[in-house]
């Protein structure tokens, strides 16, 4: 122990802080005597200089996660430190990749913090919370268009392996560069490669400056793999309580968390529930994502949207079920939809978001409903084309305008389009003629150019009337509806009042 250590430990004695010895060491897991009382996820200071955090108190002993890269050894005593584990926070982590400690991993030197901030910080009262109204964007059509997200939502991300989750998220913080919020990526027990393929996208894309990166690797211990998320939720709140940004983040992927939860826990003695996982599996999570919403003394959010493997698409699973009972709804990605090529592979069957609608306007709440009724008419005109039934003119049509929005829906990371790019999209694709053709890509970069301008109902209406001339070849009225059936379905997207904390 040297000198500054057996000074800082000592001053901690001195203070009549909590005493403790170590009686058991099983690789990160501790047991100590004598250190009580103590209460949970407080910090303990050892005499070699490592630190951990209190995880189970008992009777005669209290277990310690230990946060080190030295194992311990019996014998050896540690003292209270502090009542609560804390991170480094600061806005001047925003465009860095740092560790679960808040050290920088990007090369780019030391980050000065500006606090420190509860990484097992509660979610503020309803009293302190606010209706969500605002929608945002994510930069993908199918998502802002049918299954929208508000700011301060939580939304929960499900589907296989492969399936483009991972993909899908880094879409939507890539398009933050374009909105006044900050992305916050956390990334839980990954591997290198995929840890250089978020950067990489980032960076290629110009997002990095306005993201986090939190990393824990498969080759750290699985403490840090555990602390991983409630870490980088500790550096979004502190953006957006006491900076008043809006701030999004995603957690890749709460299933790595929950099985390095699951390990700790059961290393640990804890009674093992369904599937192994211990009794307060749901509150580890529930008490992280309802750390989201909006605050009613600043208006500003912060959006959770947490993804979920859902091993061979069972979403009934009690990891799925878990977090689909925490969250505000769901987007679940399809193997079968990813075979067909729709890129993200979204299933617009099985799919809800149950606060995001509130963020439309008319004009696309009226998209929505259209763009639900086309794509009903279209599936329904597949499965007749299947059997090579002879098909009328209106399934034709149906046909070709459904794989029209498919073709529209499908996009590649880092293809974003603002709101108002998509709509100019869908209205030119939901009235075009479906016995004129239509180049897609052509449509896309056109209307991409014109959504850049448009800030008020009046540029909107003025971008509309040139796309309509250079792309629709027929009147609106005479092709707007041969798409859709007689009956239209319901739209998917069910819609509840957004309650303060959702």
Same mark, same amino acid.
């Given at each position: ?10 001053? /901690? ?8 010895? =170590? ?8 047991? @100590? ?10 910090? $303990? ?51 860095? $990749? ?35 109204? %605002? ?48 992305? =916050? ?31 824990? %690797?498969?080759? *750290? ?25 809006? +701030? ?5 992927? @709460? ?49 959770? $949207? ?29 193997? *079968? ?19 995001? +609608? ?40 149906? /046909? ?15 293809? %974003? ?6 709509? @100019? ?12 053709? @239509? ?5 896309? %970069? ?5 959504? #850049? ?30 798409? #859709? ?18």
């Amino acid at each position: 122990m040297d000198n500054e250590v057996k000074k800082h430990f000592q001053n /901690l004695v001195d203070e009549g802080k909590p005493v403790g010895e =170590v009686v058991a060491v099983d690789n990160f897991l501790v047991e @100590l005597s004598g250190l009580q009382p103590v209460n949970p996820h407080s910090v $303990v200071f050892f005499e070699d200089g490592s630190r951990g955090f209190v995880q189970n108190i008992s009777e005669d002993r209290v277990t310690v996660l230990h946060m080190g890269s030295i194992t311990l050894k019996s014998g050896m005593l540690a003292v209270v430190q502090s009542d609560s584990l804390m991170t480094k926070v600061g806005k001047d982590f925003v465009g860095r $990749v740092v560790s679960v400690t808040g050290e920088p991993l990007d090369g780019k030197g030391a980050i000065a913090s500006d606090a420190s901030w509860p990484v097992f910080n509660s979610a503020p009262p309803i009293y302190q919370r606010e209706l969500l109204t %605002t929608q945002l964007e994510t930069g993908v059509t199918l998502i802002d268009a049918l299954f929208p997200i508000v700011r301060g939502q939580r939304l929960a991300l499900l589907g296989d392996s492969k399936s483009g989750k991972s993909t899908l998220a880094t879409q939507i913080a890539i398009n933050q560069r374009d909105t006044d919020q900050i992305a =916050v990526y956390v990334l839980i027990a990954k591997r290198k490669s995929d840890v250089d393929d978020l950067i990489t996208r980032l960076i290629a894309n110009k997002a990095m400056e306005k993201t986090i990166v939190v990393v824990s %690797t498969i080759f *750290e211990s699985l403490v840090m793999s555990y602390l991983a998320p409630y870490v980088g939720c500790a550096m979004a709140e502190y953006l957006w309580q006491e900076l008043g940004i809006d +701030t999004v983040i995603l957690y890749d992927d @709460l299933t790595t968390h929950a099985h390095a939860y699951r390990e700790v826990s059961l290393m640990s003695g804890a009674s093992p529930g369904r599937d192994s996982y211990p009794g307060d599996m749901f509150h580890a999570h529930s008490s992280l994502l309802e750390r989201a919403g909006r605050l009613n003394r600043n208006k500003k959010h912060l959006t959770s $949207v947490p993804i979920v493997m859902a091993d061979g698409g069972d979403i009934t699973s009690y990891l799925p079920t878990n977090i689909m009972s925490i969250t505000d709804g769901q987007w679940i990605l399809d193997m *079968e939809v990813f075979h067909q090529g729709l890129r993200p592979a979204i299933n617009t069957g099985l799919s809800v978001t149950r606060v995001g +609608t509130v963020g439309h306007n008319d004009r696309q709440k009226d998209q929505n409903k259209k763009t639900v009724a086309t794509l009903t008419a279209f599936n329904e005109a597949e499965e007749f084309a299947r059997f090579g039934s002879e098909m009328g003119a209106e399934a034709k049509a149906a /046909l070709v305008v459904g794989q029209r929005i498919r073709q529209l829906f499908t996009q590649v990371p880092g293809e %974003t389009y603002n709101l108002a790019t998509q709509q @100019l999209l869908l209205d030119v694709v939901l009235n075009s003629n479906p016995s004129q053709d @239509l180049d897609i890509d052509q449509l896309k %970069t056109a209307a991409k150019e014109l959504g #850049a301008n448009i800030k008020t109902d009046e540029d909107f209406e003025k971008a509309k009337a040139q796309l309509a001339g250079r792309f629709q070849q027929a009147p609106a009225q005479a092709t707007a509806g041969v798409a #859709a059936p007689a009956q239209p379905a319901p739209a998917p997207a069910q819609t509840a009042p957004a309650g303060g904390g959702s």
